[in-house]
């Protein structure tokens, strides 16, 4: 197991009273280079240490990530004061690729967390500010339910506490080994 995914379960076992903490800011590029930043919410990892996380493919993000997979997410633990910064490749996954894991994900999911997928198109007016009408079934998932799967390449993790801080970078090499290297903060 890398190292840094042992130090992220303890992070975030340490702050597990608090749902926060399960949230973290995810980087996108469009086409040309230009920067979007969003919360997202931390869904597990897999056992090949990719972050999961739970979106929707009529959303910009769907759109940058198909054109620029690069993208970063930034976690900050308030309470045990670390910060994770992940540079990562991004992998979409619907139903086509992959029906059983967007089954999973959506049978996790409260009713209400369900129906937020049901609400209409992300991004577009709203009809004369009138309560948002649920359309479809959400027994079974919309097909514009996804996973985004981040494949972490690099891990910068800084920690406040103690004088001076500490820094550290871990790096997949070319053979998919961890290398780590404590850094001047
Ligand atoms: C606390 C919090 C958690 C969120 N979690 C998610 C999430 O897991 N997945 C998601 O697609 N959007 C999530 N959102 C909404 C996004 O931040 C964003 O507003 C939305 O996805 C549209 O982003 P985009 O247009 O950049 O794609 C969350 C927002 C907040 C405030």
Not at 6 to 16: N, P, Q, V
Not at 39 to 57: A, E, P, Q
């Amino acid at each position: 197991m890398p190292q840094w995914r042992t130090g992220l379960t303890k992070s975030l076992h340490a702050s597990r009273s608090m749902p926060e903490s399960r949230y973290f800011q995810l980087a996108t590029a469009d086409k040309d280079g230009v920067p979007y930043c969003r919360t997202v919410v931390y869904r597990g990892l897999s056992d090949d240490n990719k972050l999961i996380v739970i979106s929707d493919t009529r959303t910009e993000k769907y759109n940058q990530l198909s054109q620029q997979a690069k993208a970063q997410g930034c976690w900050y633990f308030s309470k045990t004061r670390e910060q994770y910064r992940f540079s990562v490749n991004a992998t979409i996954v619907t139903e086509n690729e992959d029906r059983a894991l967007i089954e999973a994900h959506w049978a996790k999911l409260s009713d209400a967390g369900k129906k937020q997928f049901l609400w209409g198109d992300p991004g577009t007016p709203r009809n004369n500010g009138l309560p948002l009408q649920i359309a479809g079934d959400y027994s079974v998932a919309p097909e514009h339910f996804c996973v985004i799967l981040l494949d972490i390449f690099n891990v910068d993790y800084l920690n406040l506490r103690g004088n001076p801080q500490y820094r550290e970078l871990h790096r997949r090499d070319e053979m998919g080994n961890w290398v780590s290297q404590s850094i001047v903060p």
